[in-house]
């Protein structure tokens, strides 16, 4: 059997990170197992941009995020294995994996778990009803939309206003479908305000709020499903359904820990979120196996899974090595803007944060924290324009996520996306930041690729 | 194109199916037509998964008769058709008095009937066997067992078709007429021809009994609704509530699955349309206070998914309980074997239901035993229940042992491609679901299924327009997003 100091189980941005933070802290071996076929875990998918405000600095796209996490992560020499399924860990640390060239086993000084987390999906809501096809959770559309080119629906009604449930309803819009509604059960939508304002608002879709679905209906293929208002008590008022001819619907309820291999290993859970419990240290109930990112806590951004990870990873070195473990960095999710957009207000989109700026008749600016507020809200009034992120396909079938080079008019982001659509990206491989297509339609703007082929 | 055999079984349940099986050991030539893409679409496939032992029937009746034989034979069978089967016995808890009485009238009754080891179990025992149970006593069925009845159905299916019955899905009988020699059945654009016609057609066996002319009949939906909780040791084995008189069905039960899962349920309710297979919000909240009642301390979170299925019953409502199996050849229409109202112990009784039919078709026809009848099958070898030098041998044999497709239930590419490639030829994501139990763990297929999709685009070259939940209309895609 194989030794690692550290071995880590998932290789999305907690694993990633972890993975530096383990080198960085000494350890001498340190293995990440990835199921699929290349790491950065459900980043490769997020083709839109807005990671990497805190890490970075700069707003980047999910493959763009993933491919400097696993760039940092080759750098300290940290070994990589993908196509690897992890499907048993002890509480003594031995490692069993599975991959097509065999059953794999190590012994590991340190574990971190960074297994991520899965969707709640329609079963685990209990909405009553039939079930047809035409019924996804956001993440799985994501998936399918994103990296897989399969259309998911025509005409869709979101429920829940989690954040990969606003992000999809703009890449539907993108993609020519119609989305009908989102429908939210709380009076405040549950992801990002930055989200509601570029992903809702730009494109006029109806969010809403206090309502939620109570019934679905479709012999085959998804055709109705019912909307009703929720009184205080969250019980549907009788009298207010509204029923929603539709093809789609989209589940954005929440995400929920996946944490199989940590119940494997004895370590103790939340019995409420799922997530594996910690110390300050990030070291699970099980010695030596620490755990960081979503597999614990569900986070906003994958900007802190990372800086959660490097903490994970150093603390897994220092406990192969017999140093004092580190405090794992401040929860700072909650700092992050949530709500609606106010009338009258400028949401700034340029960090997560979402200062809600406003602007005198005079062009002073009030409400933002730092000038990129400023001139965020002073750019939105007179023009506002948005980075346009979508897909091409490559000749062999591949998509190839993109975005455009500097942002474009806010009225132009369907016209390029429908324009995009048939263009095919050129042949042979691809590495991110290449030029695509150079100013296609006269704007100086070229289309940049974020993700390698 | 008219096709022509020796008998037509309409309906791919597990009766047609068990039926299939049975006649598939005489030298007759045989076809099997169901309406939907795969086998056990209907009730089959929608029930507790439970081989009963046979003490909730009427002795003497059909229902009683060949459920008890059916339960005898069962583990022989799934041993045969590599069908995943265990004796788990159940329970029938008593909440008081009246409960402790109707306990003791099945007890005799089961004997009756031929049910073994049947016992009263006091307070104290139920409490020593099962701390977590709620009631006063119960009554323990030892022959009691659960197992696929997916599979099942497939297993069945698959050994008639080893075995010379040639299955036509996709489609549904539209008109049958009598002919000097038999019937000629039309079913869309193609038409069969044969000398005898097995109706198993389940909750449209009275419709199929009618275009053949007879109107006698009639099928009364009654929708029983099932939670699913993910996987859980916490009962070994099925728990029911005393029966109460007058329902149409055996109470809300917890059941243990063959799986690993626990389910909750049935509700009876009669319905109008017997495809509504829908779930309701005033049955979701009885179920589940009903199933806090058996099992206190049940936990929501634990809930993964919800079904329905629907019981043919010949008993009309206000009636309640169960009317006996109709199983016979029609006098005023020779030729037609009617299977009306076969409904739970339907399943347990399959097989044996299959000799009956045999048995009423070899009075009028020439049936002899084949010499080269096979009864085995084989299904898709699951890898997660191998041992490690196993697992390692079959990834070195086939590299697609090594890679999981659905993350659940660990179920691997190599067993994918067998269900996709399985011998009935269903191709619906649903055909998968059943033979390899993909998707069917607690993401509800949100990992797995975008995995089955680009298997089926790019290695089988399926149009994504193609790919079906469950066959014809139920189309997961739309198509490209980028063509």
Not at chain 1, 338 to 350: E, F, M, N, Y
Not at chain 1, 404 to 410: A, E, F, G, V
Request: include cysteine; charged fraction near 20%.
């Amino acid at each position: 059997m194989k030794h690692y100091d550290v071995v880590i189980i998932g290789g999305g941005p907690g694993g990633l990170a972890a993975a530096k933070g383990a080198k960085e802290n000494g350890a001498k071996s340190v293995l990440v197992l990835e199921r699929d076929t290349k790491v950065g875990g459900i980043l490769n998918q997020c083709i839109h941009d807005g990671f990497g405000l805190i890490r970075y600095g700069s707003m980047l796209t999910g493959p763009e995020y993933a491919l400097r996490a696993e760039k940092e992560a080759a750098e300290v020499g940290a070994e990589v294995l993908t196509g690897a399924m992890v499907t048993g860990l002890t509480a003594d640390r031995v490692v069993t994996a599975m991959t097509r060239q065999g059953l794999l086993q190590a012994k590991a000084g340190a574990v971190v778990l960074a297994t991520g987390c899965r969707e709640r999906t329609r079963g685990a809501i209990a909405i009553p009803g039939t079930r047809p096809a035409g019924i996804y959770t956001a993440g799985a559309a994501q998936n399918l939309m994103n990296t897989k080119n399969l259309m998911v629906g025509k005409r869709v009604v979101i429920l829940g206003s989690g954040d990969i449930g606003l992000i999809m309803a703009r890449r539907l819009t993108l993609e020519g479908a119609t989305v009908l509604a989102v429908i939210e059960a709380r009076n405040q939508p549950s992801g990002l305000e930055r989200n509601v304002n570029q992903c809702l608002y730009d494109f006029s879709i109806p969010l809403h709020l206090g309502h939620t679905i109570t019934d679905i209906q479709g012999r085959k293929r998804l055709e109705v499903v019912t909307m009703s208002r929720l009184d205080e008590n969250n019980r549907p008022i009788p009298g207010t359904e509204t029923v929603i001819p539709c093809d789609t619907l989209l589940l954005s309820v929440g995400l929920i820990p996946e944490n199989e291999i940590a119940v494997q290993a004895g370590a103790e859970l939340d019995p409420v979120t799922n997530g594996t419990v910690t110390d300050e240290h990030l070291q699970t109930s099980v010695p030596g196996i620490f755990a960081c990112g979503n597999s614990r806590k569900v986070l906003d951004l994958a900007d802190f899974v990372s800086l959660q990870g490097i903490t994970a990873g150093r603390n897994a070195a220092a406990f192969v090595r017999g140093l004092a473990l580190e405090k794992m960095p401040e929860e700072t999710s909650n700092a992050m803007a949530k709500g609606l957009p106010q009338p009258g207000a400028i949401t700034c989109i340029r960090c997560p944060k979402g200062c809600r700026v406003t602007v005198s008749p005079d062009g002073t600016t009030k409400g933002n924290a730092c000038p990129k507020g400023e001139e965020y809200a002073l750019q939105e009034q007179k023009a506002p324009s948005r980075v346009l992120t979508t897909t091409l396909l490559a000749p062999n079938g591949t998509l190839i996520p993109v975005k455009t080079s500097r942002p474009i008019p806010k009225d132009q982001v369907t016209v390029w996306a429908k324009k995009l659509k048939p263009i095919p990206a050129p042949a042979g491989p691809i590495r991110p930041g290449q030029i695509l297509l150079r100013d296609p339609f006269g704007m100086k703007v070229d289309i940049l690729a974020t993700g390698k082929h | 194109m008219t096709h022509t055999f020796d008998i037509l079984i309409i309906g791919g349940g597990a009766v047609g199916c068990a039926v299939a099986r049975e006649l598939s050991r005489y030298d007759v030539s045989i076809a099997l037509l169901e309406k939907e893409a795969d086998v056990a679409a209907g009730a089959s496939g929608r029930n507790s998964a439970v081989v009963h032992a046979g003490f909730n029937n009427k002795p003497g009746s059909l229902m009683a008769k060949l459920c008890v034989e059916g339960n005898h034979g069962f583990e022989a069978a799934c041993r045969e058709l590599d069908v995943p089967y265990r004796k788990t016995g159940k329970l029938l808890v008593a909440f008081d008095q009246a409960d402790l009485d109707t306990l003791a009238r099945l007890k005799a009754q089961g004997e009756e009937n031929g049910c073994q080891g049947l016992r009263l179990l006091s307070r104290e025992e139920l409490r020593a066997r099962l701390p977590q149970v709620g009631g006063i006593g119960a009554f323990e069925s030892p022959e009691t067992a659960v197992f696929d009845p997916f599979q099942y159905t497939v297993a069945l299916a698959e050994n008639a078709q080893k075995n010379g019955v040639q299955f036509f899905l996709n489609t549904k009988v539209t008109a049958i007429e009598r002919t000097a020699k038999g019937f000629r059945v039309t079913a869309g654009d193609q038409v069969f021809t044969a000398r005898r016609v097995v109706n198993c057609a389940g909750l449209h066996s009275a419709e199929v009994a009618a275009l053949a002319g007879l109107n006698r009949y009639h099928i009364y939906p009654c929708r029983g609704e099932y939670f699913i909780l993910d996987k859980t040791d916490v009962l070994p084995m099925p728990i029911y509530p005393a029966p109460k008189a007058g329902i149409g069905g055996l109470g809300v039960h917890l059941t243990p699955t063959i799986h690993g899962n626990l389910i909750i349920g049935p509700s009876a309710e009669y319905i109008e349309d017997p495809a509504d297979t829908a779930s309701t919000q005033v049955v979701m909240d009885k179920l589940w206070a009903e199933a806090q009642q058996l099992l206190p301390g049940l936990n929501g979170r634990q809930i993964i998914g919800s079904y329905a299925g629907i019981r043919p019953k010949q008993a009309p409502p206000g009636e309640g309980g169960f009317r006996d199996f109709v199983i016979r050849e029609e006098v005023s229409c020779p030729g037609l074997v009617n299977l009306i109202g076969i409904e739970s112990p339907g399943l347990t009784a399959s097989l044996p239901i299959g000799r009956m039919v045999a048995g009423i078709l070899s009075l009028s026809m020439d049936m002899t035993e084949k010499k080269d009848f096979d009864p085995t099958r084989k299904g898709i070898l699951r890898f997660r229940d191998q041992s490690p030098e196993e697992q390692a041998r079959l990834i070195a044999e086939d590299p697609d042992y090594g890679e999981v497709v659905c993350r659940c239930q660990t179920v691997t590419k190599a067993e994918i491609r067998q269900a996709i490639e399985n011998p009935l030829g269903a191709r619906t994501i649903s055909a998968i679901k059943y033979r390899a139990w993909a998707t069917t763990g607690r993401c509800s297929g949100g990992y797995c299924l975008p995995k089955i999709a680009e298997i089926l685009t790019e290695e089988y070259g399926m149009a994504p327009e193609a790919i079906s939940h469950r066959g014809d209309g139920s189309h997961l895609f739309t198509g490209r997003v980028k063509a």
